[in-house]
């Protein structure tokens, strides 16, 4: 207001406002309101009992809506303050500017808790000023003239009449109520409109029907003979467009699934994820009964999500299966370490190599799709060198071994040679019994006694090299005795052993020597001294004794060697 407002017409307000509490709002006899002028401001107080739960954005409409009635407002500045008994400052205040209704602008503050942490600024102690020293309405006792009074009166009718036509103004209270109508058809025909739907395009349409319908029948007040009717159509409304969310949420859900499954799956949390998909689709649609309008709807595409979840389970069940078998592997390659540490002998090196084996080959099979197959080939690199490292021990064990056993059969052969005077073949297996013997290697359990063996060996061997020596050099010297004791005829015949050469003339050599008396003695004595020559020769070559005997046995002819 431009001017100043007298005191009773602020306190006739304030009656006014106090009835359009007590009207619009449940238990509105707890509150108390003063109005004031502060600077062309009009402030209007509402005080309440401490323990009270206050709807503040409520009671800010309702007041603002009752100055609407009164022309006298209209374009006025209004602070309104709400506080509770006893506390010196508001918790709660809204501001706006008094305008025609339908275009009215301010600026409520929408709070409805009655916590509050005063403010201590002076500004509003000095807005308060005008409101504190305001004498409470109920309290006063009216001294007002009866001018004044008949003023007061008139305006209390007009107020209350104002108040009654506002009441009897609002949706379905007086005049027809086109919301529960909209509402009723709407409530008939949704069951037909959601059985025929067939996407979920269609529900969301109808959804947004229901949603616009319930909406409508908030407007009816409480005081409405309607009001009951409007709240179970609205109860009815909201369970239809709750059931039709409900299959939303899933077919929403089956989405998210459908586009995971799109792409493949690298490890066993993204399937995890796409079951858990499925199965947020599946559940609200298991809870649709066959009498359900969205029966029809849901359960072809509850068969598909399904199949779906079916598959998924599967394929977790087949990758648990290759996880199973890579773990199982990482426990049986600790055993073959384990085997590897404590071999010795052939048996433990081929026990290490062969478990190994079982864990490499465990690996290879793992599918390039499995999301075990990152970690299996990663454990290839590892295990594949202690693999081929314990082949090569196993290997060199067994080479060891073989060569420790061939040594020894080939020695016995050798043995068996020399009793068989086959002493070539003696020495060649006691060589080879040698050179088996070299190929065992130190870190063998065969080493030591291998070695043992190598100072029989070699001087079995040394024998029969000896021996065979001797055999080709009587050999030789047999060859030697051969061609000198033929000629054009039997000169001699011949033995031979350890302890020499034993020379027989013939009977047709000496037969020659005693019958030639002739020219020919001379040369035929010659060619005996050449004879004892040559056997001089081969008995020095051989270094044996040679002995010559007529044909009578009489020794006629010794040489020793002097050599």
Same mark, same amino acid.
């Given at each position: 207001?431009?001017?100043?407002?007298?005191?009773?017409?602020?306190?006739?307000?304030?009656?006014?406002?106090?009835?359009?509490?007590?009207?619009?709002?449940?238990?509105?006899?707890?509150?108390?309101?003063?109005?004031?002028?502060?600077?062309?401001?009009?402030?209007?107080?509402?005080?309440?009992?401490?323990?009270?739960?206050?709807?503040?954005?409520?009671?800010?409409?309702?007041?603002?809506?009752?100055?609407?009635?009164?022309?006298?407002?209209?374009?006025?500045?209004?602070?309104?303050?709400?506080?509770?008994?006893?506390?010196?400052?508001?918790?709660?205040?809204?501001?706006?500017?008094?305008?025609?209704?339908?275009?009215?602008?301010?600026?409520?503050?929408?709070?409805?808790?009655?916590?509050?942490?005063?403010?201590?600024?002076?500004?509003?102690?000095?807005?308060?000023?005008?409101?504190?020293?305001?004498?409470?309405?109920?309290?006063?006792?009216?001294?007002?003239?009866?001018?004044?009074?008949?003023?007061?009166?008139?305006?209390?009718?007009?107020?209350?009449?104002?108040?009654?036509?506002?009441?009897?103004?609002?949706?379905?209270?007086?005049?027809?109520?086109?919301?529960?109508?909209? +509402?009723?058809?709407?409530?008939?025909?949704?069951?037909?409109?959601?059985?025929?739907?067939?996407?979920?395009?269609?529900?969301?349409?109808?959804?947004?029907?229901?949603?616009?319908?319930?909406?409508?029948?908030?407007?009816?007040?409480?005081?409405?003979?309607?009001?009951?009717?409007?709240?179970?159509?609205?109860?009815?409304?909201?369970?239809?467009?709750?059931?039709?969310?409900?299959?939303?949420?899933?077919?929403?859900?089956?989405?998210?699934?459908?586009?995971?499954?799109?792409?493949?799956?690298?490890?066993?949390?993204?399937?995890?994820?796409?079951?858990?998909?499925?199965?947020?689709?599946?559940?609200?649609?298991?809870?649709?009964?066959?009498?359900?309008?969205?029966?029809?709807?849901?359960?072809?595409?509850?068969?598909?999500?399904?199949?779906?979840?079916?598959?998924?389970?599967?394929?977790?069940?087949?990758?648990?299966?290759?996880?199973?078998?890579?773990?199982?592997?990482?426990?049986?390659?600790?055993?073959? +370490?384990?085997?590897?540490?404590? +071999?010795?002998?052939?048996?433990?090196?081929?026990?290490?190599?062969?478990?190994?084996?079982?864990?490499?080959?465990?690996?290879?099979?793992?599918?390039?799709?499995?999301?075990?197959?990152?970690?299996?080939?990663?454990?290839?690199?590892?295990?594949?060198?202690?693999?081929?490292?314990?082949?090569?021990?196993?290997?060199?064990?067994?080479?060891?071994?073989?060569?420790?056993?061939?040594?020894?059969?080939?020695?016995?052969?050798?043995?068996?040679?020399?009793?068989?005077?086959?002493?070539?073949?003696?020495?060649?297996?006691?060589?080879?019994?040698?050179?088996?013997?070299?190929?065992?290697?130190?870190?063998?359990?065969?080493?030591?006694?291998?070695?043992?063996?190598?100072?029989?060996?070699?001087?079995?061997?040394?024998?029969?090299?000896?021996?065979?020596?001797?055999?080709?050099?009587?050999?030789?010297?047999?060859?030697?005795?051969?061609?000198?004791?033929?000629?054009?005829?039997?000169?001699?015949?011949?033995?031979?052993?350890?302890?020499?050469?034993?020379?027989?003339?013939?009977?047709?050599?000496?037969?020659?020597?005693?019958?030639?008396?002739?020219?020919?003695?001379?040369?035929?004595?010659?060619?005996?001294?050449?004879?004892?020559?040559?056997?001089?020769?081969?008995?020095?070559?051989?270094?044996?004794?040679?002995?010559?005997?007529?044909?009578?046995?009489?020794?006629?002819?010794?040489?020793?060697?002097?050599?």
């Amino acid at each position: 207001m431009k001017v100043a407002v007298q005191q009773e017409d602020l306190q006739l307000l304030a009656r006014i406002l106090q009835e359009q509490v007590l009207a619009e709002i449940p238990s509105g006899e707890v509150f108390q309101i003063k109005c004031a002028v502060n600077k062309d401001e009009l402030m209007i107080l509402t005080q309440h009992p401490n323990g009270v739960t206050v709807d503040t954005q409520h009671i800010f409409v309702v007041l603002s809506e009752a100055l609407q009635l009164s022309p006298n407002y209209k374009k006025q500045q209004v602070q309104c303050f709400i506080r509770i008994f006893g506390e010196k400052l508001p918790y709660a205040k809204c501001s706006f500017i008094m305008k025609q209704k339908e275009d009215m602008k301010g600026s409520i503050s929408p709070s409805s808790s009655i916590t509050y942490t005063p403010s201590t600024t002076s500004y509003q102690e000095e807005l308060f000023d005008s409101l504190v020293s305001t004498p409470d309405l109920w309290n006063t006792q009216s001294q007002r003239p009866v001018k004044s009074l008949l003023l007061g009166i008139t305006l209390v009718g007009i107020s209350v009449f104002s108040s009654s036509f506002y009441l009897l103004s609002r949706p379905c209270v007086m005049s027809e109520c086109q919301e529960i109508q909209t +509402a009723q058809q709407l409530n008939l025909k949704s069951r037909q409109l959601i059985r025929r739907a067939n996407s979920a395009n269609q529900l969301v349409a109808i959804d947004q029907q229901l949603i616009t319908a319930s909406n409508g029948l908030s407007v009816i007040p409480r005081w409405s003979s309607r009001y009951q009717q409007a709240q179970e159509l609205k109860a009815s409304l909201s369970m239809q467009s709750e059931k039709i969310n409900q299959v939303l949420t899933a077919l929403q859900a089956a989405d998210v699934a459908e586009k995971k499954s799109q792409t493949t799956a690298n490890n066993l949390e993204e399937l995890q994820d796409i079951q858990y998909s499925w199965r947020q689709a599946i559940a609200p649609l298991e809870a649709i009964s066959p009498n359900s309008e969205l029966y029809g709807l849901v359960q072809p595409k509850l068969s598909k999500f399904r199949v779906n979840l079916q598959a998924i389970n599967q394929q977790l069940l087949t990758q648990n299966q290759w996880l199973k078998k890579l773990n199982d592997a990482k426990a049986v390659a600790n055993v073959a +370490a384990k085997r590897e540490a404590s +071999a010795k002998t052939l048996n433990d090196w081929q026990q290490a190599q062969s478990t190994w084996q079982i864990v490499i080959n465990a690996l290879n099979i793992i599918p390039s799709t499995s999301p075990a197959y990152p970690e299996a080939q990663e454990l290839l690199l590892e295990y594949k060198p202690q693999l081929a490292r314990t082949r090569d021990r196993a290997t060199i064990k067994q080479i060891a071994a073989r060569s420790y056993q061939q040594a020894i059969s080939t020695a016995n052969q050798a043995k068996t040679y020399e009793q068989n005077n086959q002493w070539q073949l003696a020495v060649t297996y006691w060589e080879q019994a040698l050179r088996n013997i070299q190929q065992i290697s130190q870190d063998s359990l065969d080493y030591n006694q291998a070695q043992s063996l190598i100072p029989a060996y070699s001087a079995s061997l040394q024998a029969a090299q000896a021996k065979v020596q001797t055999l080709n050099n009587l050999q030789k010297i047999r060859n030697d005795l051969e061609k000198t004791c033929s000629r054009e005829i039997r000169i001699c015949t011949f033995t031979i052993n350890n302890t020499g050469i034993a020379v027989s003339l013939t009977p047709q050599y000496e037969k020659l020597l005693q019958t030639t008396l002739s020219e020919a003695d001379l040369k035929t004595t010659n060619h005996w001294y050449i004879l004892q020559e040559a056997l001089e020769v081969i008995g020095d070559n051989g270094n044996l004794p040679v002995f010559i005997y007529d044909t009578q046995g009489q020794g006629i002819y010794t040489h020793i060697p002097q050599g």
